[in-house]
Nanobody, 120 residues
Framework: VQLVESGGGLVQPGGSLRLSCAAS????????MGWYRQAPGKQRELVAT???????FYLDPMEGRFTISRNNAQNTVYLQMNNLEPEDTAIYYC???????????????WGQGTQVTVSS
């Protein structure tokens, strides 16, 4: 199983970016999907999660500026980020709880990360 993120980059304060993460491989089912981020010198933190049924959760500072969504048919999760601030600068990681065709339980998988830099 692989998770591949895309969509990061450099953006000015107040700008927007849309991150995508596609899961591929021997996938039987995907439960929760989410985005985490890690800024330099800080621990990785949760940004947002979305269940297979579409229920969402956001860390407080992101709610209202970030929107998580998913396409179950394409095993893809998105993060629309608006009104970005320099404090949002970090590596953003995709996470998914996946049951493969050979496993009995859901296991956590991570993408390689995509850099988001907010700077003028």
């Amino acid at each position: 199983v692989q998770l591949v993120e895309s969509g990061g980059g450099l953006v000015q304060p107040g700008g927007s970016l849309r991150l995508s993460c596609a899961a591929s491989g021997s996938i039987f089912s995907i439960s929760n999907m989410g985005w985490y981020r890690q800024a330099p010198g800080k621990q990785r933190e949760l940004v947002a999660t979305i269940s297979s049924g579409g229920s969402t959760f956001y860390l407080d500072p992101m709610e209202g500026r970030f929107t998580i969504s998913r396409n179950n048919a394409q095993n893809t999760v998105y993060l629309q980020m608006n009104n970005l601030e320099p404090e949002d600068t970090a590596i953003y990681y995709c996470n998914a709880e996946i049951k493969t065709s050979t496993s009995y339980i859901f296991e956590s998988y991570w993408g390689q990360g995509t850099q988001v830099t907010v700077s003028s």
